[in-house]
């Protein structure tokens, strides 16, 4: 009885070289653990796709049924024919005995079980009851669906991730997801693969038992009413109409008007959004196409059927709204249907279909590229490792580039013993940094070369048509809830990041080397914190004062050691060494420095990196705006709440926050044009 999770803090990816599906695996297990119900699966595991077999649904798990109740007896009693005799064989009592008898029968004595949960204290009692026969119990994360760099930000619910991957394993990207249950929600992708955002209201239900809860005279609506009413309008064409004559429809009328035209909104932008890069590049539209994140080899669907998911336990009435006419559901004017005038002559058609076990299917999906991805690793381990030797590599390093590119090139320069016999490569990076490599991790930064290619050389702007900066803020804007609840996780002894003793120029950008193979798979490296939206400021055009937006939103990139929350035990590492030396044994060859954040930064960039931020209070800082060079002063640091800024008051009137990178931009140019500064000598400093 095997589980595979963190036990001190959960990550955001599952450590796959333990969690894929087994060699000889005949049936696979998921679940989701929603807000009302458990939805349970079985994928078939010689499949290559492992694309689920049979769905089911139970009542969530009770903690005092486990308490007083066998918890076999509850495991068995919440399978069904097939699967319990997977696990039991045909035995009616579901003992212990039966269940490790069964268990010796199969190629893979261990079942695997994989868990999306948005529901921790059922994820917990699964854990319970799995935990009484041979198994694995996989919990899986918001990464093992999409990268960051394919859009994933931290908040983003594990749920709604996988419902997305689904939905891109059925019909390809873009991708577009509505998911209607206790809360009804919205994901989206676009044709590279890159979530687009999405959005979180209240469900049907909850909106009818909010309403009935807060107001005395309003009725209760039920699952059953609402159905019958639906079921109604489209058997005896009596729609809900707008203009209601009872209470009850009056409140169906109106939560079914807001899905539907929210909805069709919603719908309008992503095909906007979503198709523009298709319609740039038509020979995109093919068939397939590579994704984003995917091995050289992989191909995904396009969707060019321009096909929207509705999934959920109301899916299907969510389906019926978005449909022409809102599936007759509610009432329908004809004027509605009028064409757009030929400005927007560009196709809106659109595809809409329920799919109830969505999160299944992109539960398989990852799994089929998991197991995908371990037999082209042992394929790759057992190439000669010469004939590596002088190809090109990348690899993604949490630092502050800026170009905003965190890919560093390199090339493998040679093949080296490591301690134990292993061979390892050396990579030298093209800013001369260099550093060792395990088989796995080369083949990792193959991939990630496939995909990106060499650095993309800057154009320069052309000097018609300059794009208009957007607003100066005057004073920074409230956190919003996804940015006050962040829960910064630990740097790992591979951070990205890590600083010797304070150092201010010396960031590393090497994963440092551990004294054992093994990673730890609990901690993250970064966690990316959300702009915060801008405040309107003060501009000029030719010459008359007007209230014009500045500059752009304020970005923030946060060095993810300054707000660690929780500590995690590491062992620590030597600053230098690219791998721990066992017993003090000196290394068979001399291991390369580690790999430096940045070998190119000038002295004002080590200066604001290796500072007390409140030292650059008072200082005179310059941006550009529309070729104008406008002068301020950093007025104050605050860091009272994440992310940090410095606040900048321009002498015209403006304000602004900085993050770390706009004051090292706005500190640079004012070292260009300072000269200039006709009030440098109020400066104090």
């Known amino acids: 009885m095997t589980e595979l999770r963190a036990q001190s803090k959960l990550p955001h990816k599952t450590n796959w070289s333990d969690a894929a599906p087994l060699d000889g695996e005949e049936l696979i297990f998921s679940i989701s653990c929603g807000n009302s119900h458990l939805h349970w699966a079985t994928h078939h595991g010689n499949a290559e796709d492992y694309n689920p077999l049979i769905f089911w649904r139970t009542p969530h798990l009770k903690e005092e049924d486990l308490e007083h109740e066998d918890l076999l007896g509850v495991l068995s009693r919440n399978l069904p024919d097939d699967p319990h005799d997977h696990i ?44 009484t026969v041979p198994s694995r119990f996989v919990v899986m994360r918001g990464g093992d669906f999409f990268k960051k760099e394919e859009g994933r930000y931290d908040t983003m619910g594990t749920d709604r991730l996988a419902t997305l991957t689904g939905a891109v394993h059925l019909h390809g990207h873009p991708a577009l997801v509505f998911d209607g249950g206790t809360a009804t929600t919205y994901s989206a992708t676009d044709s590279s693969g890159t979530i687009l955002g999405g959005g979180i209201g209240p469900g049907i239900q909850s909106k009818f038992r909010s309403l009935t809860k807060d107001t005395d005279a309003l009725p209760e609506i039920t699952t059953e009413q609402v159905l019958a009413r639906v079921n109604e309008a489209q058997e005896k064409g009596k729609p809900l109409p707008t203009f209601a004559r009872n209470t009850q429809e009056a409140m169906m009328a109106d939560a079914f008007q807001e899905f539907a035209l929210k909805g069709r909104n919603v719908i309008e932008h992503w095909l906007e959004k979503a198709y523009d890069k298709l319609a740039d590049n038509p020979a995109e539209t093919t068939s397939e196409v590579k994704s984003a994140g995917a091995p050289a080899e992989t191909t995904t669907k396009v969707n060019t059927d321009k096909r929207v998911i509705c999934t959920g336990g109301d899916g299907d009435i969510l389906m019926q709204l978005l449909q022409p006419h809102y599936g007759g559901v509610i009432e329908h004017m004809e004027s509605n249907d009028r064409a757009k005038s030929k400005d927007n002559a560009i196709s809106r058609s659109y595809v809409v279909e329920a799919s109830k076990h969505l999160m299944h299917y992109g539960i398989a999906s990852v799994l089929a590229a998991q197991v995908k991805l371990r037999k082209s690793k042992d394929a790759f381990s057992k190439n000669p490792h010469e004939e590596h030797v002088g190809k090109r590599v990348a690899k993604h390093f949490e630092v502050e580039a800026d170009d905003g590119d965190n890919i560093f090139r390199g090339k493998v320069m040679k093949v080296i013993k490591a301690e134990g016999g292993e061979n390892e490569f050396r990579i030298k990076y093209d800013d001369g940094d260099s550093e060792d490599v395990t088989t796995s991790e080369l083949f990792d930064m193959f991939e990630l070369f496939s995909v990106h290619g060499e650095k993309k050389s800057r154009k320069a702007a052309p000097a018609k048509g300059k794009k208009k900066p957007a607003p100066k803020k005057v004073k920074k804007a409230k956190s919003s809830d996804d940015e006050k609840a962040v829960d910064i996780p630990s740097v790992p002894a591979k951070s990205a990041k890590s600083k010797a003793n304070g150092a201010p120029t010396e960031e590393k950008k090497t994963d440092a080397k551990k004294a054992t193979k093994a990673e730890p798979s609990d901690v993250e490296k970064a966690v990316d914190i959300p702009s915060v939206p801008s405040k309107s400021a003060k501009s000029k055009a030719n010459g008359a004062p007007l209230e014009e937006k500045k500059t752009d939103a304020k970005k923030v990139k946060k060095i993810i050691s300054s707000y660690v929350e929780k500590a995690v035990h590491i062992h620590s590492l030597p600053a230098r060494s690219a791998k721990n030396k066992a017993n003090g044994a000196p290394p068979q060859e001399k291991k390369p420095a580690a790999k430096k954040a940045k070998t190119v930064v000038n002295n004002i960039a080590s200066l604001v990196n290796g500072s007390d931020p409140r030292s650059f209070v008072r200082k005179r800082v310059a941006k550009d705006f529309d070729g104008d060079t406008y002068y301020g002063t950093v007025m104050e640091y605050d860091d009272t709440e994440p992310p940090a800024y410095w606040h900048a008051e321009y002498d015209d009137g403006d304000e602004e926050d900085y993050s770390k990178k706009d004051l090292i931009k706005a500190l640079k140019y004012y070292e260009i044009k300072g000269k200039n500064d006709t009030n440098k000598s109020n400066k104090k400093s």
Not at 96 to 119: F, G, M
């Open 88 to 131: 039991f064989g045909k035995s009616v009592d579901a003992t212990a005995e039966d269940a490790i008898s069964q268990s010796k029968q199969r190629a893979a004595p261990l079942i695997s079980v994989y868990i999306v949960s948005t529901n921790r204290g059922q994820e917990a009692l699964l854990a319970k009851i799995w935990s």
